[in-house]
């Protein structure tokens, strides 16, 4: 399958659209439409919930884009965040050099690589370093002393505010902190629709233990974490793990793992495990002159965390859902997004049969009833058959048939999407029938 049937329905349907479409597209910026927005919240509301709510020990956080620029210095984003970039002289296609040849494989001859797009050799240009940063200026002169950049990462914001977070909430190590934001990387190659994009969303916990413990805890959140995808109706067999061999690790760690998918360019990661020992903590109060350490109350001691990072991208797990739940049901004629209904953007559709012999009204009465549990639409244009494929591109997995017997005897159809089966319910145990099918999808 291709992932311009995906594109096409997005736009269609309203997941996802090209930013500045009128404009002629804005350079791997996507915005999200209402059927997008309430799928990337959904899914970041359960990923927000499995951290916070359902970990004692891990707190939120929801720290600024822009941030002091020495974060950066510290980071290592300033002098390190880069990507080398290679031209083609002859037909002016730009390209990440590491996606040309092996990675940090310096002694490669550029002069002996062909041109992936014209087939021209040697007209490759020798790599140069392209910062990913986005910069702007604080204030209204335009000059170095003011430079600040949009963050790369959400994960320096929880790091600056670790100390501050652990003493307003008494946490003792290990403890985590969560956040969801936004990042902004200026990427030499932006393709594959919201998988790389410029301005893109993370879901990140950063996880504070006791050196010595990190391999153990490293572990537990590689397990964790491909058990997260489970409840947004992933096939497993799609995921795998990928570990950073020696010339992949980034320069702050000790060991590293991604979590990939199988989207239908191929295996990409979604998400990355860290162990970024205590490098950061340690830049932090090299730059900012800071102590950075915890109080350790039995022993009475102070000693700097170790920190295992689990970072997921948001837009590129969407897309995931996306590709995973896109089902051409051939037999009965018809697009179904077979998402799981606890992530579905809408959950069910009111249909009256008919506009007329008061069947709207007790659809009204049956939204109602609804509204308060689940994200419920009412739909009375077309015939019913019309109306339910429209709600199986939309991904909706329950359909609900006000008909002539509804004023008789309280029952209502309730139709699954994916096998199309119809029950007939009594009204009064529609929501507990909708939460069973639901619990037990
Ligand atoms: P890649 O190698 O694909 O550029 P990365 O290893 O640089 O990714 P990390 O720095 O580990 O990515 O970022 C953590 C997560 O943030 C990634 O797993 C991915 O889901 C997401 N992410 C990173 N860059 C982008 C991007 N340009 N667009 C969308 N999501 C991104």
């Given at each position: 399958?291709?992932?311009?049937?995906i594109?096409?329905?997005?736009?269609?349907?309203?997941?996802?659209?090209?930013?500045?479409?009128?404009?002629?597209g804005?350079?791997?910026?996507?915005?999200?439409g209402?059927?997008?927005?309430?799928?990337?919240n959904?899914?970041?509301q359960?990923?927000?919930?499995?951290?916070?709510?359902?970990?004692?020990?891990?707190?939120?956080?929801d720290?600024g884009i822009?941030?002091?620029?020495?974060?950066?210095?510290?980071?290592?984003?300033v002098?390190?965040?880069?990507?080398?970039?290679?031209?083609?002289?002859?037909?002016?296609?730009r390209?990440?050099?590491?996606?040309?040849?092996?990675?940090d494989n310096?002694?490669?001859?550029w002069?002996?690589?062909?041109?992936?797009?014209?087939g021209?050799?040697?007209?490759?240009?020798?790599p140069r370093q392209?910062?990913?940063?986005?910069?702007?200026?604080?204030?209204p002169?335009?000059d170095?002393?003011?430079?600040?950049?949009?963050?790369?990462?959400?994960?320096?914001?929880?790091?600056?505010?670790?100390?501050?977070?652990?003493?307003?909430?008494r946490?003792?190590?290990?403890?985590?902190?969560?956040?969801?934001g936004?990042a902004f990387?200026?990427?030499?190659?932006?393709?594959?629709?919201?998988f790389?994009t410029?301005?893109?969303e993370?879901?990140?916990?950063?996880?504070?233990?006791?050196?010595g413990e990190?391999?153990?805890?490293?572990n537990?959140?590689?397990?964790?974490?491909?058990?997260?995808y489970d409840?947004l109706?992933l096939?497993?067999s799609?995921?795998r793990f990928h570990?950073?061999?020696?010339?992949e690790l980034?320069?702050?760690?000790?060991?590293?793992?991604?979590?990939?998918?199988?989207?239908?360019f191929?295996?990409?990661?979604?998400?990355g495990?860290?162990?970024?020992?205590?490098?950061d903590?340690v830049?932090?109060?090299?730059?900012?002159?800071?102590?950075?350490?915890?109080?350790?109350?039995?022993?009475?001691?102070?000693f700097?965390?170790y920190?295992i990072?689990?970072?997921a991208?948001?837009?590129r797990?969407?897309?995931?859902?996306?590709?995973?739940?896109?089902?051409?049901?051939?037999?009965n004629?018809?697009?179904v997004?077979?998402?799981?209904?606890k992530?579905a953007?809408?959950?069910?559709v009111?249909?009256?049969?008919?506009k007329?012999?008061?069947?709207?009204?007790?659809?009204?009465?049956?939204?109602?009833?609804?509204?308060?549990?689940?994200i419920t639409?009412?739909?009375?244009?077309?015939?019913i058959?019309?109306?339910?494929?429209?709600?199986?591109?939309?991904g909706?997995?329950?359909?609900i048939t006000?008909d002539?017997q509804?004023?008789?005897?309280?029952s209502?159809?309730?139709?699954?999407?994916d096998n199309q089966?119809q029950d007939r319910?009594d009204?009064?145990?529609?929501?507990?029938?909708?939460?069973?099918?639901?619990?037990?999808?």
């Amino acid at each position: 399958m291709s992932i311009d049937k995906i594109v096409s329905l997005c736009k269609r349907r309203g997941f996802v659209f090209q930013s500045s479409e009128i404009y002629g597209g804005f350079g791997a910026i996507y915005d999200y439409g209402p059927l997008g927005i309430t799928l990337k919240n959904n899914i970041s509301q359960l990923w927000w919930r499995d951290m916070t709510q359902l970990h004692e020990n891990i707190v939120g956080l929801d720290s600024g884009i822009l941030m002091h620029p020495k974060i950066w210095e510290a980071s290592g984003h300033v002098g390190a965040f880069n990507d080398p970039l290679v031209d083609c002289k002859e037909c002016k296609s730009r390209y990440r050099a590491d996606d040309l040849v092996e990675k940090d494989n310096k002694n490669t001859e550029w002069i002996k690589i062909q041109c992936p797009k014209c087939g021209t050799t040697g007209k490759l240009t020798e790599p140069r370093q392209f910062n990913l940063m986005f910069k702007t200026n604080i204030g209204p002169i335009e000059d170095d002393s003011n430079i600040a950049f949009l963050r790369p990462e959400t994960a320096q914001g929880i790091y600056v505010n670790y100390l501050l977070t652990q003493n307003a909430l008494r946490l003792k190590v290990p403890f985590g902190i969560a956040q969801i934001g936004k990042a902004f990387r200026n990427e030499i190659v932006a393709r594959n629709f919201i998988f790389r994009t410029r301005e893109f969303e993370q879901m990140e916990m950063q996880y504070f233990v006791k050196p010595g413990e990190d391999d153990k805890s490293l572990n537990e959140w590689k397990q964790k974490r491909i058990s997260f995808y489970d409840q947004l109706g992933l096939n497993s067999s799609k995921l795998r793990f990928h570990e950073h061999g020696k010339n992949e690790l980034a320069h702050y760690a000790k060991e590293a793992w991604d979590i990939e998918f199988e989207f239908p360019f191929g295996w990409s990661e979604i998400e990355g495990i860290h162990n970024r020992t205590d490098f950061d903590l340690v830049q932090h109060e090299k730059f900012s002159g800071k102590k950075m350490e915890v109080f350790d109350q039995q022993k009475n001691e102070r000693f700097l965390p170790y920190i295992i990072e689990t970072s997921a991208g948001l837009n590129r797990i969407l897309l995931a859902v996306l590709s995973d739940a896109y089902w051409e049901d051939k037999d009965n004629d018809r697009l179904v997004m077979k998402f799981h209904p606890k992530i579905a953007p809408v959950t069910a559709v009111v249909c009256p049969l008919v506009k007329k012999d008061g069947l709207p009204e007790i659809g009204r009465k049956v939204m109602d009833l609804l509204k308060p549990h689940f994200i419920t639409i009412y739909d009375q244009q077309g015939s019913i058959g019309k109306r339910y494929y429209r709600q199986d591109e939309a991904g909706t997995p329950f359909g609900i048939t006000i008909d002539h017997q509804t004023g008789e005897d309280n029952s209502v159809t309730l139709r699954h999407r994916d096998n199309q089966q119809q029950d007939r319910v009594d009204i009064d145990q529609l929501v507990k029938a909708i939460n069973d099918s639901m619990e037990n999808y």
